[in-house]
């Protein structure tokens, strides 16, 4: 369904009909560019709080024009999930002079990609549904209550404001030389108006905002209050005056309360779509959405409140609204999903939840709903929002494959899903697969990381060549100058620094010690924050989490432990341990769906690096006191490893005594390791 300003209202109402009674909802975004500045262009290496910082200041000023919600709710007792699909065409059309008139950014190859599928930017531009955030809808009520109190309207609970006393009290009128003849014409007419009997208003001519305040003010003092002077809005959007005779005083007072209320009501209208999302959230629903980072960052901009200045409010404040949230990306890059799905785009993934070993469940269109029959669509938002949904739906459906005895569905509510819960993928990272909402995010060691400045005329096989004593490398290009370089060989990276001299025209930094140069000393307790060590909290159970959300919904709570509460989790983790192949160790750990690319090592967790080492026989030839010097290393690093992560401090050692380098399968039972689960992450 296309909801316009035309059918807003109706769509509303069918949304708060079916919303509390809904499973989940899905949403999706579509809009007016992604990077306005190759300064703010993601990379590969980027902290979770500088992708924040990217995305924040340049990919916000440019608009979401249309929000895609599809709303799943699931009959028991016929099996099938209703969806209710709306398309929303969103933009911010100024109620008034007073009210916010945004500016926004376009970028040419996203017009394009949104006109090669059929945008309809007419009906945007000409239906869309404004919007208000909080916060100027506020400021808007108090701007016309305390012009009403002004004016001598009764306010409730609020004394006239000294500030909009009425003309007469702020002295004599100065009307310029070049629009007295222009005045004393409308008094004319209005003189007029008054003697004559059969009138009762006069409407005057458009004119612009100084001469309607000249009218307003000469009104005022010579008529006094026999007059109700208004300024209306024409077809076309011209502002003009309408005099109207007033019978009484009273009768004035009664039509300026009237008027206060219509305008009042006018900025309730003008809150628009800001309603939908304030229902999402008081809904406390399960939100799903796919490669959503942006989508999440743009309705909160948009309709919420301005995003704030650091991840960690960031992640507050996305708690607040949306309290869970799915991403199917996260979701079709781990286990047990990603051993079937070899693309996780999401029409990509779509197409391949309709075959085994996935089970489509049944779905049946609302009545009055148009059904999305074939993948004409994509890319228009609502329907992107309803195939999002059904990812969503097969791939949870999925897990319950995994129980004794099986499930043929898993409820959104469902433990199973704790591992993704809260989960929102980055795009272009290479060893931080997602950004954790609910606490702190992952903290891979990058030691085996460079950042390296050469000259504009280098390319990636001049890289190679420089790091070719060293093996396999992965380039992250920051810009034509600068890169980070990655060594697929980790133990190697202390040898670099030692081997590569510094050049005429190039130099070469250690990942820390760069970062140390980007953020210096006394910005020691920024950086801090960029990277928190994980705090170590009480884990709730689920009821306890539950009472705690519903008692304090501001304030964000921890998820519950796998180890402690999550039992699904646990049964479901053992199960695909069981079931899983050894992993042979002959095979490369992945393949770039763009090509091959040296992949980096593992990261656990905590962060540890899992160090791969190729060959069984170069191993064997290492001299003995680098053996014992690597190892003590490790067992030092694994010492600081949490307690909660048994299951994973036992792999880690495994690996460590493992002399010949050959690489474990890092499941675990009954933990959340979803992070080793995941392979290199797809670019847009």
Partial sequence: MDVTRKNFKEALGVISSVLNDSSFVAIDGEFTGLHYDSRYM???????????????????????????????KYNGKSSKYTVYPFN??????????????PRFLCQSSSIDFLVSHNFDFNKLFREGIPYLTSNSARTMREEILQKYAGQGVTIPNKEPSPAFRTPQAKGPIIIPDEHKEFINQIVAKTEQLLKNNDRTSLQLDPCNGFQRKLIYQTMETKFQTKLIVETKTGEKKERYIEITKATSEEDKRKRDELKMQADLDEIDDAIGFSKVIDMISESGRLVVGHNMILDLMHTLDQFSCRLPDNLIE????????????????VMASTHPFKEFIM????????????????????????????GYKTAENYHEAGYDAFITGQCFAIMANFLGTFMDPPKHRVSPSSQFLEPFMNKIHLMRSLDIPYLN???????PSRNHVFHVTFPKEWRTSDLHQLFSPFGSIY????????????????????????????????????????????????????????VSPPQEEKSLTVAEMDKANIEEPGKRKRRISSLEADAEVAVLMGTVAKRKKPMDPTVAPFVSRKGVKPPLPEVTEEGDPGVEIEDKDIVKEKDEDKVKEKHEDKVKEKDEVESEHIGTSKKVEEEIDNKEGKKENLLTEGTDEDVKMFEECESW
């Fill in 475 to 530: 380039v992250g290009w920051i810009g034509d100058t600068e890169a980070f370089v990655s060594l697929y060989k980790a133990a190697e990276a202390s040898m670099v620094m030692k081997t590569i001299k510094k050049g005429e025209n190039y130099t070469v930094t250690p990942y820390k010690n760069f970062k140390r140069g980007v953020y210096p000393e006394d910005n020691a307790e920024k950086e801090r924050k960029i």
């Fill in 343 to 370: 693309n996780s785009a999401l029409n990509d993934l779509h197409s391949r939840l309709q075959d085994n070993p996935f089970v489509p469940p049944s779905i049946e269109m609302a009545s009055n709903f148009n």
């Fill in 314 to 329: 960031f992640k507050n404040m996305s708690h607040c609204v949306f309290h869970r949230v799915v991403d199917t990306k």
């Fill in 88 to 101: 929303f065409y969103v933009f911010p059309t100024p109620l008034n002079r007073h009210a916010p008139d």
């Fill in 42 to 72: 993601p990379n590969a290496f980027d902290t979770p709080e500088e992708r924040y910082q990217k995305l924040r200041q340049g990919s916000v000023d440019f608009l979401l024009v249309q929000f895609g919600l599809c709303i799943f």
């Fill in 437 to 443: 909402l609910n606490g702190p995010d992952l903290q």
